[in-house]
């Protein structure tokens, strides 16, 4: 019988801090009339639920319980980006910014299963491999989630047409990180310095027409895909004669 290791039980410890956390705030918000018993009240709820069993499963199934946990953090910019941006007509971004480290968790879950799934325990460009794969599929369910939530009828906002300049910077931006994401299957180092490159558009689209990516998602987005670049290109120069 396989023992839990100590990054297991460190993950274990983090987890439960966080659920214990994410109680509190239901239990503040519902006494102080912030949450109600709405859609959003209902799905932030189920959400919780969700957490909590992969808390739960991860003493029996640790890829089960990554699974729950990133498959929560998707739930929360959905119901951030969707849910409560339709009914505030406002900018949102906040508790999907604020919950997206748990979905560093949840990758982590699924490391810890791997290294126990083989007879031996994998070496570390493998490892390395095999975490890099699952957050960049995270961000890829998070990416299309942003996207999907930025076209516009909604009350108040314009269409706008991504066939013209600065709006084809995001149709732009898509396709190449798409292209860096299938890259990646078999040419890493290449696939980072798309990433790369998708950043330093990012980073031009922002100060030269900051009105092509005002919500907050959007500006922080960028972090996450700049470290995956570096990432990819420093392991293939550090692993390469592997």
Not at 128 to 133: D, E, Q, V
């Amino acid at each position: 019988m396989k023992t839990k290791s100590d990054s297991t039980k460190t993950l274990q410890l983090i987890t439960g801090i966080v659920a214990v956390l994410c109680l509190l705030a239901m239990a503040i918000l519902y006494h102080g009339g912030m949450l109600v018993l709405n859609l959003e009240g209902i799905l932030s709820f189920v959400l919780f639920l969700i957490f909590l069993s992969g808390f739960i499963l991860s003493w029996k199934s640790r890829k089960m319980a990554g699974i729950l946990i990133m498959t929560c953090n998707a739930g929360i910019w959905i119901l951030d980006l969707y849910i409560n941006g339709y009914q505030t007509d406002s900018e949102t971004g906040g508790p999907s910014l604020m919950f997206s480290p748990v979905m560093v968790i949840g990758a982590l879950f699924l490391l810890e299963w791997y290294k126990t799934s083989k007879t031996t325990v994998p070496s570390t460009p493998l490892q390395w491999k095999f975490i890099l794969r699952v957050l960049l599929i995270n961000y890829t369910v998070l990416y299309f989630i942003l996207v999907l939530s930025e076209p516009s009828d909604r009350a108040g906002i314009k269409q706008v047409d991504y066939t013209s300049i600065p709006f084809i910077i995001n149709p732009l931006l898509f396709f190449i990180f798409l292209a860096g994401l299938i890259i990646s299957w078999k040419k890493e180092f290449i696939a980072g310095i798309l990433f790369l490159f998708w950043c330093t558009i990012f980073l031009w689209g922002v100060i030269a027409y900051p009105e092509i990516l005002p919500s907050e998602p959007w500006i922080v987005s960028g972090v996450p895909i700049l470290l995956q670049g570096s990432f990819y290109i420093k392991h293939h120069y550090e692993f390469r004669t592997n």
